[in-house]
């Protein structure tokens, strides 16, 4: 069973940092490109990034480029993203999702398995 | 970026009747390897967003089969055949061909 769990939540003040963990199970992590999605308090869903199975190609939403990195640990499993420059606007639930069209098998989509999300809020 | 606007925002359904959602792009999408990277997600209060629909018209795992999706270029839809209490939530469109891979604002489907 695919299983995402985020975790590293929490509160923290403008211009604060915090970085965000997925652990994953259930699939061959290494072999899977993987993003994070945020969604703001009673808002809709927001891309922030994605990063491939080797790390060699890594993306960002416009509206955290230069403050957020994404990387990833493949011997251990796990999803990282780390959040600098912290603003309010940062404030959301933030998902770890795998983001794979072409697996072995066949069989994997973007956005095919979701954690449960962890809540990050921004505030003085 | 890649607009996805639903229609409509909210729909009021009565149990055992269809419900639809309309996806309009503001451009189409076609990855390189010929496929279109259209999603429909269902998120209930409180969880996390879970795949419906990939690719256009693909139930994903489990999904139930009153669940339908169609289109082609930029128009597409997901039909539910008939609603069940368990269907209410919001539903999402999602283009995931082109970075920065972009969500419709979300259509809430309530029991009347």
């Known amino acids: 069973e695919v299983q995402l769990v985020e975790s590293g939540g929490g509160l923290v003040k403008p211009g604060g940092s915090l970085r965000l963990s997925c652990v994953a199970s259930?699939?061959?992590?290494?072999?899977?490109?993987m993003m994070w999605v945020r969604q703001a308090p009673g808002k809709g869903l927001e891309w922030v990034s994605a990063?491939?199975?080797?790390?060699?190609?890594?993306l960002y939403a416009d509206s955290v480029k230069g403050r957020f990195t994404i990387s990833r640990d493949n011997a251990k499993n796990s999803l990282y993203l780390q959040m600098n420059s912290l603003r309010d606007e940062d404030t959301a639930v933030y998902y770890c999702?795998?983001?794979?069209?072409?697996?072995?098998?066949?069989?994997?989509?973007?956005?095919?398995?979701w954690g449960q999300g962890t809540l990050v809020t921004v505030s003085s | 970026d890649i607009v996805m606007t639903q229609t409509p925002l909210s729909s009021p359904v009565t149990l055992g009747q269809p419900a639809s959602i309309s996806c309009r792009s503001s451009?189409?999408?076609?990855?390189?390897?010929?496929?279109?990277?259209l999603n429909w997600l269902h998120q209930r209060p409180g969880q996390p967003p879970r795949l419906l629909i990939y690719k256009v018209s693909n139930r994903f795992s489990g999904v139930p089969d009153r669940f339908s999706g169609s289109g082609a270029g930029t128009d597409f839809t997901l039909k539910i055949s008939r609603v069940e209490a368990e269907d209410v939530g919001v539903y999402y469109c999602?283009?995931?061909?082109?970075?920065?891979?972009?969500f419709g604002q979300g259509t809430k489907l309530e029991i009347k």
């Open positions: 451009q189409s999408f076609v990855y390189s390897d010929g496929n279109t990277y």
């Open positions: 259930g699939f061959t992590f290494s072999s899977y490109a």
């Open positions: 990063i491939s199975s080797s790390s060699g190609h890594i």
């Open positions: 999702a795998r983001d794979e069209r072409h697996c072995s098998g066949g069989g994997c989509y973007p956005g095919d398995y």
């Open positions: 999602m283009q995931a061909t082109q970075f920065p891979y972009t």
